[in-house]
């Protein structure tokens, strides 16, 4: 069973479209992430939600919008798609010590 | 290849030798480090990590040593095999600090040469 799953694991679509990514975790954990990987390889928080509340935003633009309907799933929608939204997505959950990482999205935007 | 363009540090070493990959961490109050092995088309996947009451950890075939004095990690890999080619990366956190998330570096890619 995969621990974080993450679908889908490619997404290719045009400019201004709207999108959503989906994350599920069966570990248990009570905390859950979305992180962004770059072209240049830099993976950066951009949101983490601690059983269903949000805790973090590092000033991610309004038109990403997480969501998390019960501590099991972190979902992200993204509006109105731009070319610098292309990147590969990465959910991860946690416990105190341990971080496990999905396989990642990979986001073009064309 | 995939490398073009990344500006990654890069790590090339033959198979069979020991490899040494070194992290600068930003925040002197980090308590928790983490290596993470990223393999091409998967997600950072967890090697070793190592609390700050400790200098050096071990696992197998693989080392951590971490100086606090200089915020400084290393992870050390012997006989370093070609399925350790990947991009290596580390990750500092405070473990029961409100801010929740793993803070990266820039990542190493690893190379290894049959």
């Known amino acids: 069973d995969t621990a974080v799953s993450q679908t889908p694991k490619y997404l290719v679509t045009q400019m201004g479209n709207d999108k959503s990514i989906k994350c599920e975790q069966n570990?248990?954990?009570?905390?859950m992430y979305w992180y962004k990987q770059d072209s240049k390889k830099f993976l950066k928080i951009m949101f983490s939600y601690n059983n269903k509340e949000l805790i973090i935003n590092e000033t991610v633009p309004n038109r990403f919008s997480p969501k998390s309907p019960d501590k099991a799933h972190l979902n992200l929608h993204i509006n109105s798609l731009e070319l610098g939204d292309s990147a590969v997505y990465f959910c991860?959950?946690?416990?105190?010590?341990?971080?496990?990482f999905g396989s990642g999205t990979r986001l073009t935007v064309v | 290849g995939e490398s073009v363009g990344l500006h990654l540090p890069t790590l090339s070493v033959q198979e069979g030798d020991n490899s040494i990959i070194n992290c600068a961490y930003s925040n002197s109050a980090s308590d928790y480090f983490i290596w993470y092995k990223q393999e091409s088309g998967k997600g950072p996947q967890f090697i070793i990590d190592?609390?700050?009451?400790?200098d050096k950890r071990q696992g197998q075939r693989v080392t951590v040593l971490l100086n606090k004095t200089v915020k400084h990690l290393s992870l050390q890999i012997a006989a370093t095999q070609p399925g350790d080619s990947a991009v290596y990366f580390c990750?500092?956190?405070?473990?029961?600090?409100?801010?929740?998330?793993?803070?990266f570096g820039k990542g190493t890619l690893l190379t290894v040469n049959p």
């Open positions: 990750a500092e956190n405070i473990v029961g600090g409100s801010n929740y998330k793993l803070t």
């Open positions: 190592i609390r700050s009451n400790m």
């Open positions: 570990l248990g954990h009570d905390t």
């Open positions: 991860a959950s946690s416990s105190n010590y341990g971080y496990t």
